[in-house]
């Protein structure tokens, strides 16, 4: 990221947050600097033939949609090399056209390729009904969203045709970067982690590269009330069906199984002055739509709650009444972090400074997480009976209890030689038992333990 954009995103930051959350916001950024060093590396030619001559796959058919309006011809020509560049060749190129000229038309007629299909449309009804249009002509076995100005990497749909085919799950997702107006120069990637269902609920973490099963896709459509975070909205709704699903059935396939991560980027997300990506204030409609759809998912479980945006431009947080456990018999138990001198001190950030708001604002959010601290935890009801049963004790809440001691056998074992090691294995082994049967564990960041 340019230092203007930089300058940019902190002056934003600071009107929203004030100058002392942006003071730490800027100093992360120039201390911690993550992925400063990162560099695209398209696959290698050798690479690029293997996958070509690949025919263990060509059956499966993507669909690329994309809504276009007013699109430069120097975006379009772009998007449409980079379609036509694909190792993998079973694709076809739907445009749904909105635009009030001929831009974009007299852009396709230079590509005479038979796979590219184009609709002119009467008029420009926004992403989510010309998209519409799209999965209207779409005759592929996944449907792939693509905007009108951003790339594929020319191995994208063989990733894809490898990740999906055994399994068809109902959506698979990859890693992406962003790329400059020119599409030259690539930086801030976002290596995404697999399928968190409570990351999910404070941000589109998904997002590009994002295909999905054409049944699900033409059955669902695409709304037109959340344009902006329609990708958003569409995700949820996905997710929502299959927990709902699960609730209904307890043999029924996790959401986790049948979302797919490909852990590689094959998106680049073009940043220009009107872009969402380099610009977040420019669109702020789409976040107020994003956080519409979560109110939507969240009634359709059963939730009750309200929704916030966080501090974080796109960011949202559940504020669940009466606690999270209440709603979530999913969840076995919650947990925050605890901190000496400044830092987490154990989990997935043990180390981190506690003011940072860590790789993607992840330190700032929610998410499903493997382990939690004994020393700041709460477990959902129907499994105090694993905890009692790990720890030898009777449970107690540790869950933000900052004005409360620690109960008396934890103090105990923390002044024992190897105290801090044996509480870890001991939340470890916990941990390993409360998830067992399938259930999360949450981590929510805002509270936090000071040892």
Known sequence: MSLAQNIKKTINYSRKNGYGEAVVAAWERVTAKYHADYEYRAP???????QRSDKSITDLKFSILVPAYETQEVYMSALITSCIEQTYGN?????????????VKRTLDRYPDQRIRYVRLEGNDGIAENTNRAIELATGDYYALLDHDDLL????LYEMAHAVQESRPDVAYSDEDKCDELGKHFYDPHFKLDFNLDLLLTNNYVCHFMVVRADILKKMQIRKEYDGSQDYDLILRVVGNRLLKERENKEAEPVEQAIVHVPKVLYHWRCHENSTADNPQSKMYAYEAGKKAL??????????VSVRHNKHLGFYRIEYNHGVLTHRPDLAAVGGFVARHGRVASGIYKGQPLLYAGYMNRMDLYQDTELLDIRNLAVNKAY???YEDVTGQPYVSTFCAEDKELPQWIQDLERTAGGEEKLTKLGERLCRELTAGGARLLLDPVCVRKI
């Not at 290698?44 to 293997?50: G, H, I």
């Not at 694709?91 to 831009?103: F, H, R, T």
């Open 44 to 50: 290698d030619q050798d690479t690029l033939e293997r």
């Open 153 to 156: 990497t020319p191995d994208a």
């Open 295 to 304: 109110i939507d998912f969240a009634s359709r479980m059963g939730w009750k």
């Open 384 to 386: 105090q009976g694993v």
């Open 91 to 103: 694709w076809e190129l739907v445009i749904a056209d909105g635009s009030a000229s001929d831009i």
